[in-house]
DNA sequence: AATGGGGATGCAAAGGTTTTCATTTCTTGA
DNA sequence: TCAAGAAATGAAAACCTTTGCATCCCCATT
């Protein structure tokens, strides 16, 4: 308990050598029976922990995985996307010992790309999370520490995770086709934002295949926030062939879309379906509850630990990446239009 | 850039000892000018940083604060309240060098009551954040690394930083009764929590400072869910002294017990007045806005990590502990029934 | 009884820094 | 030119571990 319990004052309560002790507690050489109990009893009396700053520095390796946040922490501790993707990695890390150096990136880095913290050896690995510039990306994929791309991007050759967006937005089409509908239009961002250009095009693929004509038009994007989008929207549907769905990139555009469409007078799913992608926990009670796509998160920040986990474990191993499958969730959002 | 960057490296290219390389950088002692340039120069073209590790174990300081969570990670980050606290922890470390390590409770605990990395010497100090149980943050009280309690807890004898829900609860209920009210009910729930007991106090004092008799019925709370609390709301409401003004004991409770009158022919706020707490971000746009009271989250997270670091600084300065003052956010849930 | 072997233990180095204190070098005034 | 004082520099210890290797002891085999 008290300030200097090093493994030293273990030892010579124990009356051994600090090597029996470290022995002793890692498990490792030969420890004689006797002498275990007593370094046992000496440390439990002493209520020593063995110091983490000397363990790092003789072992190189500091058991801290490096959680980085773009742009900031209080932005993803704003949605809710991302809490789901904190229990998977805290469950799979709980046994590993391994702890989480939290930063966001805005107010981590000062004069070099990257945060001081990697390159002064603070932590063993890093997991990036948000949609970070490629620029950004680069600088970290140029280090040598292990690194796991987590809902971020998987165009650069280091490991990483993602939802299959691609894939999603190609059975949501499929879905609404069947439905009945044949004028579909998405609203998306106008960023860099490589989920969101994954589901661009998954929703174009996702029209071609089906035999609808995918062009410039097909999707609506703005730089600029939602009323940017809804406006343009709103243009179309009032144009000679409306759309008669709607697919959106995220839940939080489809509600606020839904709520504009409503008060403009549109009936949703009645006149215009609609469809979003996450299942954020308010989709199920809108009104209509929303379909949507449903990712895994908690999964997703599973196989994000793993991945940087083993990186560190095996520095060759081939580089994975990892495209986790969705599930469609139909509820109440799109009407069939065959069926009427 | 390569592995074996140390400050041996750094001193031997710049042909001095280590020990005037550490004087550069950390700008002590004396060194010539000349000196300097040669050293700096070296470090750059080195791309020397000083490794954390064998700093901290000289310094014996980390430059790392524990953040821990009740009860996990995940439960935190489903709460948008706490994603301006984090603001304000960022904000507030940004300049200092020093990082977050990032904890659940039921995640890093192991065998004793408090995580290893505590003791281990990982962190400098601690920040609590949640609904902790007195049990644990006694374990807590009884170490001597600096820890403050974060929006959770002020009874204890170390640093602590509310949000002052007492004065707020006054406030409220005499913001009713200037608005006509004279039946007002409490809602709240049923657990070992000093934010929600401490409301509740303040909301009987306030009760009494307006001449309302306050008893064990002007507060419904309930252990078990949502669902329990409303139906104890319903049964009052159709009593026959009936309520004609609720407050919650926080947003969420507020949100859905509207949800439920509205759903039960209650017009709110005509027949029925709510006040909720925290402002959370969709409580300006409830149906009708939400009056509530906002707790300015971001200095929370400030005042917090300005306290664990003085402590860290002055091991032995007084004991502080903050109850920020609140503002009454009045929106459109609340009638006033003199002015009919 | 001597030799060999195996199990138990300890010594000392290494890991990268900061810091104290001694030593060296420079400057300046007589 | 010398001495003294100030300024610059360096050697070494300390921070706490882990670990390779040497040592020691004891027992069994020949």
């Keep these: 308990m008290s300030d200097s319990t090093s493994i030293f004052s273990v030892a010579k309560r124990a009356n ?68 789901e993707v904190m229990e998977g990695l805290e469950e799979t890390l709980l046994n590993t010992g391994y702890h989480l150096l939290l930063a966001g990136y805005e107010a981590s880095v000062r004069s070099s790309e990257v945060p001081d913290f990697v390159q002064r050896g603070k932590v063993d690995g890093m997991i990036l999370m948000g949609a970070f510039p490629g620029k950004i990306i680069h600088s970290f994929c140029e280090l040598s520490t292990p690194l796991v791309l987590l809902d971020s991007n998987a165009e650069w050759p280091v490991d990483s995770v993602v939802s299959d967006g691609f894939s999603a937005e190609v059975k949501i089409v499929s879905h609404l086709v069947e439905n009945g509908h044949k004028e579909i239009v998405m609203l998306a961002y106008n960023m860099e934002d490589y ?15 089906n035999g609808l004509r995918a062009n410039a038009s097909s999707v609506i994007h703005h730089a600029l926030a ?19 769905a709607i697919v959106t990139v995220n839940d939080t555009l489809a ?22 992608y996450d299942d954020d926990p308010f989709s199920a009670n809108a009104n209509p509850p929303l379909s949507t796509v449903r990712v895994n998160k908690k999964k997703l920040g599973e196989a994000g630990a793993d991945l940087v986990l083993k990186r560190i474990e095996t520095p060759d191993r081939p580089i994975a990446k990892l495209a986790l499958p969705t599930e469609l969730v139909i509820r109440k959002s799109v009407r069939n239009l065959a069926a009427r």
């Design 195 to 209: 989920n969101i250009d994954l589901r661009i095009k998954g929703f174009l693929a996702g029209l071609e295949k």
């Design 255 to 276: 509600i606020v879309t839904e709520e504009w469409l409503k008060k403009d007078g549109f009936r949703v799913p009645d006149q215009i379906s609609i469809v979003g």
């Design 226 to 244: 939602h009323e940017e989008i809804y406006t343009c929207l709103k243009a179309r549907l009032n144009s000679p062939n409306p759309p008669t």
């Design 16 to 83: 051994c050598s600090i090597a029996t002790v470290s022995n002793v507690i890692n498990g490792k050489g030969r420890v004689g029976a006797n002498t275990r109990k007593t370094v046992l009893k000496a440390v439990r009396e002493l209520g020593y922990q063995p110091n983490s700053m000397g363990r790092s520095l003789r072992m190189r390796r500091t058991e801290t995985l490096g959680l980085l946040f773009y742009p900031s922490c209080a932005q993803i501790f704003r949605n809710p996307f991302y809490a």
